[in-house]
């Protein structure tokens, strides 16, 4: 039988072990709550902000973002940030806005198309533009629609040409100084952001078009407010177009290095835009940094990839002429010329190989580019944009092949799963 002094321990001792109980149930619930979001912002802190206008990058930053947008950017120990918001550490890592490609050709169904345009997303792209390709008003039409984890979407509608037998028909094929207004007339009517024209014979295998039919292009698409870019090749044709009123050059000079007239004519038309479109460079490289992200068949062809002198040559001679042209201060933005994912990747490291500094390439990529494509909250990272970024594990201005190691990608407010 317990005595009554057994009995007030054995409830002190109960009494004791419920307070710890109810101790820690209590310090439990604190702690939830604290994880809890109250606030449905989301800061991601203490990263290195580049913010793609190329001002200097922001040390130890902080973006907020609110409502797919970004409402605040700063040091973060300058910043009031919101109450009960989810917080992200971006310690170590570096932060850039997403890049635009300028020069794509995509699919040309809608199905694929958009899978075109979510590849995309993954790899941190967050718009395309597709220079000529696209008949299908129906396929114009994706341009309006906002479709989850697809980027954004710009097209040329049909390019124009001389007759190519045997190429693609969808270009519209000129042969007189009326028929080539029509051409542009029609694309215009369509809504195009930009008209694209040929001018090339392909090694002579076709007519090139004229200075007479490209200038009737030139002048009826900026009579019916819309801009004209051209695939070229040679000097001499780059000449004649700036001199016609060119807007913008998918390629750059390719047969030769680019003289002092040409920079002289660059400098007195400061608003065109040359979109460099750099080639394989001829030097095997790798490409281990795909891995997991596309079939692995596809990453064995590219890790086979050889050595070509002649390659190595023509990408010299685009690469010294982008050099002149940027320190001549021509405007670039970045553009890929096909249709892979990833390949802004190889392009803006192919932009500082040829000399610009990585802060000029990620300015090409991103916020020049947004300008080209007419986008007015895409390109950088200010209160007010898109919350389009790339959350990166290793600094592009230090090393600019880092713009693959992504940790995450940002889009419209939401991370995308990769």
């Known amino acids: 039988m317990l005595d009554l002094n057994t009995i007030n321990f054995r409830k002190l001792k109960l009494l004791a072990l419920l307070s710890v109980a109810a101790f820690i149930a209590s ?12 606030s449905s912002a989301v800061i991601y802190e203490g990263g290195r902000i580049i913010t793609g206008d190329g001002s200097a990058p922001i040390e130890n930053g902080t973006i907020v973002v609110d409502g797919g947008q970004i409402t605040m950017v700063g040091q973060t120990a300058a910043m009031s940030l919101p109450a009960g918001a989810r917080r992200v550490d971006l310690a170590g890592a570096t932060v ?18 958009i899978q075109d345009l979510r590849n ?10 597709s220079l000529g390709m696209d008949a299908d008003d129906e396929i114009l039409a994706i341009r309006d629609e906002t479709i989850t984890g697809a980027a954004r979407y710009f097209a040329a509608g049909r390019g124009i040409t001389r007759p190519e037998p045997g190429r693609t028909e969808v270009p519209h094929w000129v042969n007189t100084p009326e028929e080539a207004r029509a051409a542009a007339a029609e694309e215009a009517a369509r809504g195009v952001d930009i008209i694209k024209i040929w001018v090339d014979d392909r090694n002579g295998q076709y007519e090139k078009i004229t200075p007479e039919l490209y200038s009737a292009v030139i002048d009826e698409a900026h009579a019916n407010g819309v801009r004209v870019t051209a695939h070229i090749y040679n000097l001499s044709d780059a000449k004649g177009l700036l001199e016609a009123g060119l807007d913008a050059f998918a390629h750059g000079v390719r047969d030769m290095d680019v003289d002092a007239e040409f920079v002289d004519m660059v400098q007195a038309r400061p608003d065109v835009v040359l979109v460099p479109n750099m080639p394989y460079r001829g030097v095997p490289t790798n490409y281990d940094w795909l ?20 390659a190595a040559e023509s990408w010299a001679i685009q690469a010294r002429n982008l050099y002149v042209l940027t320190r001549a201060g021509m405007k670039v933005a970045l553009g890929t010329d096909g249709n892979v994912p990833y390949a802004a990747h190889v392009e803006i490291e192919d932009m500082v190989v040829a000399g610009m500094t990585p802060m000029q390439a990620i300015v090409a990529a991103t916020s020049s580019a947004a300008e080209f494509l007419g986008i007015g909250d895409a390109g950088t990272l200010a209160p007010g944009m898109s919350a389009d970024f790339i959350v990166l594990n290793g600094n592009p201005l230090d090393d600019i092949t880092n713009t693959r190691q992504i940790r995450t990608v940002v889009y419209r407010g939401d991370e995308v799963a990769r």
Do not use: I, K, W, Y
């Open 120 to 129: 995309r997303v993954v790899f941190g792209v967050g718009a395309a533009m």
């Open 96 to 113: 850039m806005p997403m890049m635009l490609d300028t020069h794509v050709h995509l699919s040309t169904t809608r199905e694929a198309l």
């Open 291 to 310: 891995t997991g992200l596309v079939p692995t068949d596809e990453l064995e062809r590219l890790q086979a990839q050889e050595a070509n002198e002649a």
């Open 27 to 38: 310090c439990s619930s604190d702690e939830q709550d604290a994880e809890v979001p109250t």
